[in-house]
Nanobody
Framework: VQLQASGGGLVQPGGSLRLSCAAS????????MGWYRQAPGKRRELVATISPGRDPNYAGSVEGRFTISKDTAKNTVYLQMNSLQQEDTAVYYC???????????WGPGTQVTVSS
């Protein structure tokens, strides 16, 4: 399974970006898929996850600003990021786990920089 994240870039504070994570296989059987981020000098942290039949899960720092969604037909998970703050600057990674597996699949990451 390969995950390819895209959509990162440079944006001013208050701006928006939408990240996409495209899987090389069907995501119909995911147990969880989500976004994590790692800022320089910090540990990787959860941003948002989505699981079938459950409400999305968000980090407190992004709740109300970020929205995770998935398009099963396109094998893609999205992260809509609004009201971006400098503290959101990080490399964003997507992760997926599939039913019946214990392996976590990670994408290569996409850089998000929030700066004026």
């Amino acid at each position: 399974v390969q995950l390819q994240a895209s959509g990162g870039g440079l944006v001013q504070p208050g701006g928006s970006l939408r990240l996409s994570c495209a899987a090389s296989t069907s995501i119909f059987s995911i147990t969880v898929m989500g976004w994590y981020r790692q800022a320089p000098g910090k540990r990787r942290e959860l941003v948002a996850t989505i699981s079938p039949g459950r409400d999305p899960n968000y980090a407190g720092s992004v709740e109300g600003r970020f929205t995770i969604s998935k398009d099963t037909a396109k094998n893609t998970v999205y992260l809509q990021m609004n009201s971006l703050q400098q503290e959101d600057t990080a490399v964003y990674y997507c992760k997926a786990r599939f039913r019946g597996e214990v392996t976590d699949y990670w994408g290569p990451g996409t850089q998000v920089t929030v700066s004026s």
